[in-house]
């Protein structure tokens, strides 16, 4: 399996910070990875696919990069609606798997 | 839009079992590929199952043997049976389109709780 391991943990930042994710994989794959973004007691919500590709809809201030074993998610400046877990996926193989999560607080 | 909606959690023993219902809306489920991912209290996103297209499925180790997943095409709806169902499956269970190579959109959950 292809373990996922995201950091940091939490992360505390204030409004107009910007905000590095890192999703580092056990083994290298091609760029089947996703971030996604969740807010308390809702479903998650897809923001980036193919690595590096912005989901319509979601803002520009995100966006992603990486390949084979290291990939992040960017925020370019921290908006309060931001304040969130987010979460990485692989979909290269099975089964699929996800980061432990980096919670982004209030500073 | 594509519209996910699923139903049919509940409280359960341990040993019990669960149906749960996904029904979608703005897609066409036969021609889909469907997951269902879960959640534990307090926990992260964890991959259960998937079932393409074409009805070939994929479970996770932990649930293998003991969930099922499936559909009904004419009705629109993606199922769980889960059988056997023991403490650490409380989660909630989200079902989810696999829009190629990546999940969205999600369902908003719903909650199964394995107590006695």
């Known amino acids: 399996d292809v373990q996922l391991t995201q950091s940091p943990a939490f992360l505390s930042a204030s409004v107009g910070d910007r905000v590095t994710i890192t999703c580092r994989a056990s083994q290298g794959f091609d760029n089947y990875l996703a971030w996604y973004q969740q807010k308390p007691g809702k479903a998650p919500r897809l923001l980036i696919h193919?690595?590096?590709t912005l989901q319509t809809g979601v803002p520009s201030r995100f966006s992603g990069s990486g390949s084979g074993t290291e990939f992040t998610l960017t925020i370019s400046s921290l908006q309060p609606e931001d304040f969130a877990t987010y979460y990485c996926?692989?979909?290269?193989?099975?089964?699929?798997?996800f980061g432990g999560g980096t919670k982004v607080e209030i500073e | 839009e594509v519209q996910l909606v699923e139903s049919g959690g509940g409280l359960v023993q341990p040993g019990g079992s669960l149906r749960l219902s996904c029904v979608v809306s703005?897609?066409?489920?036969?021609?889909?590929?469907m997951h269902w991912v879960r959640q534990a209290p307090g926990k992260g996103l964890f991959w259960v199952a998937r079932i393409t297209h074409d009805g070939k499925t994929l479970y996770a180790d932990s649930v293998k043997g003991r969930f099922t997943i499936s559909r009904d095409n004419a009705k629109n709806t993606l199922f769980l049976q889960m059988d056997s169902l023991r403490d650490e499956d409380t989660a909630v269970y989200y079902c989810?389109?696999?829009?190629?190579?990546?999940?969205?959109?999600w369902g908003q959950g719903t909650l199964v709780t394995v107590s006695s």
């Open positions: 703005g897609l066409t489920l036969s021609t889909s590929w």
């Open positions: 193919a690595a590096s």
């Open positions: 996926q692989q979909l290269n193989s099975s089964p699929l798997t």
């Open positions: 989810a389109r696999d829009a190629s190579w990546r999940l969205d959109p």
